[in-house]
């Protein structure tokens, strides 16, 4: 069984910073893409950051400049680093990978997510 296990989330004041980790329970090197969503309550749950081939990036525009998405493959682990957070950034957090084991098989892995508050 394959697993995503989010941590990272809490509760910050707005300016504040936090980084989110996802850990795989195997190699995460044959996972691509790999991406982090979120949904605010109310809301659908939205893309926030996208990690292509190791190496190409694509974020919200609402999130440009201010979080960093990246990948230690040697840990098996995607991060969200999220910097001068804002009260609109609070929401769920959902770590998601693409996992292709043979040609005939395609998966889409999602870890179970974890809140992130941002507020005064």
């Known amino acids: 069984q394959v697993q995503l296990v989010e941590s990272g989330g809490g509760s910050v004041q707005p300016g504040g910073s936090l980084r989110l980790s996802c850990t795989a329970s195997?190699?995460?090197?044959?996972?691509?893409?790999m991406a982090w969503y979120r949904q605010a309550p109310g809301k659908e749950r939205e893309l926030v950051a996208k990690l292509t081939n190791n190496v190409i990036t694509n974020y919200a525009d609402s999130v440009k400049g201010r979080f960093t998405i990246s990948r230690d493959n040697a840990k098996n682990t995607l991060y969200l680093q999220m910097n001068n957070l804002k009260p609109e950034d609070t929401a769920v957090y959902y770590c998601?990978?693409?996992?292709?084991?043979?040609?005939?098989?395609?998966?889409?892995?999602w870890g179970q997510g974890t809140q992130v508050t941002v507020s005064s």
């Open positions: 195997r190699s995460i090197r044959s996972f691509d893409p």
């Open positions: 998601y990978a693409q996992f292709v084991p043979v040609v005939e098989r395609k998966y889409d892995l």
